[in-house]
């Protein structure tokens, strides 16, 4: 199953034109990211326990429909692509308005980092459970490491 949020939109997150700006769609997305992974058991104090912490590479956002002050929207996450040891990873989050029609598109790639090495890592190996229980798109992946023998 996807993993979706309602959200009801806040004054602070909209523009002079009375739509939503740009940069509230990718806030709603990191929300959701955070909210799955809490739901799995990974608090923002459990990752700090772990000394890991992720990390963006790239945010693409695609916009579609525009999205009014007091509208409620539902947010969701897929996984694009997974390294074979979750060091890297790519989610797709979808946008949908109140009436259900989508109105943006963002796709986030990253990695998990080791907070005292200030390096990439991979995450604890429970971390398996947690992805595998992730909705895969339809075009899922695995992403190669470069260094692989």
Do not use: C
């Amino acid at each position: 199953m996807t993993f979706e949020v309602t959200f009801p939109t806040v004054w602070a997150n909209f523009d002079a034109n009375r739509h939503m700006r740009h940069t509230a769609y990718n806030d709603y997305a990191a929300e959701l990211r955070v909210r799955f992974f809490k739901e799995h058991g990974y608090s923002l104090n459990e990752f700090a326990k772990l000394n890991i912490g992720p990390i963006l590479f790239k945010e693409e956002t695609s916009f579609f429909k525009e999205i009014h002050v007091g509208e409620n929207i539902k947010v969701n996450m897929e996984l694009e692509a997974i390294s074979e040891g979750l060091e890297r990873w790519k989610f797709k989050h979808q946008v949908f308005n109140e009436k259900g029609v989508l109105s943006a598109e963002i796709k986030v790639y990253g990695a998990w980092m080791d907070l005292i090495k200030r390096k990439l890592t991979a995450p604890p190996k429970e971390f398996v459970e947690v992805f595998n229980s992730i909705e895969k798109t339809s075009h899922f992946e695995i992403i190669p490491m470069k260094n692989a023998k």
